[in-house]
């Protein structure tokens, strides 16, 4: 079974400046999809990013970006000039080829420093 | 085009009792997927249906949990004789079709289920 392992439970950064956080998973396939969701404070989950597993080039939207190390399984999320609307917990998640259903890491709460 | 619904946002049930959790998904969306969120943990997959059928269950308790999406109206997951331990927040998602599902989900705002 596939498995997802965020290992920073917390983490925090002052505003204006960038941040990492770490996800690495599990998986014997070779083709699947990863996910970064943000759900803030009202509950909501929010999709930040995706990535496709057989495209070598990291995917990037405005301040969000990914480092996709496929042989590494690990697929970290960079966010620069950090907001205070930044401030959420952040989930890793895995989706398989042709599976249903997502695969979540425990999340990283993200604190962000005025 | 009005996002994934889900309601109530909160609910309270003394132990014993019936909790039913509704999902309107988005328009023209006939999947819909259901997890659940224990409190600081990730999302843990329960079901996935599509109209009038359930696709995958695997992660739903074997008592207690049963799900349905009908050919009208919203998807229910419902709850009987709730305990302490069914409280957490309860996601519903959903996609247009199999595929886009690669796409991520849209999911809903949750439930908060707590049980006294």
């Known amino acids: 079974a596939q498995t997802v392992t965020q290992s920073q439970p917390e983490m925090s950064v002052q505003e204006a400046e960038t941040v990492t956080l770490s996800c690495t998973y599990d998986?014997?396939?070779?083709?699947?999809?990863l996910f970064w969701y943000k759900q803030p404070p009202s509950r909501q989950m929010i999709l930040v990013i995706r990535q496709e597993a057989y495209k070598q080039q990291n995917a990037t939207e405005n301040r969000f970006s990914v480092n996709f190390q496929k042989a590494a399984k690990s697929f970290s999320l960079k966010i620069s000039d950090s907001q205070l609307g930044d401030a959420a917990m952040y989930f890793c998640a895995y989706l398989g080829q042709g599976a249903q259903k997502l695969v979540f890491g425990q999340g990283t709460r993200l604190t962000i420093n005025p | 085009n009005a996002g994934v619904m889900q309601n109530p946002r909160h609910l309270v049930r003394r132990r014993g009792q019936e909790a039913r959790l509704r999902c309107s998904p988005m328009k023209g969306h006939s999947h819909v997927y259901w997890y659940r969120q224990l409190p600081e943990e990730g999302l843990k997959f329960m079901v996935y249906l599509q109209k009038e059928n359930i696709i995958d269950e695997s992660g739903m308790p074997k008592e207690r949990f049963s799900a349905e999406f009908p050919k009208e109206g919203p998807s229910i997951l419902r709850i009987q004789q709730v305990v302490r331990g069914d409280s957490a927040a309860y996601f519903c998602a959903s996609s247009p079709d199999r595929a886009r599902a690669n796409y991520g989900y849209t999911f809903g705002s949750g439930t908060r289920l707590t049980v006294v």
């Open positions: 998986t014997s396939e070779s083709d699947y999809y």
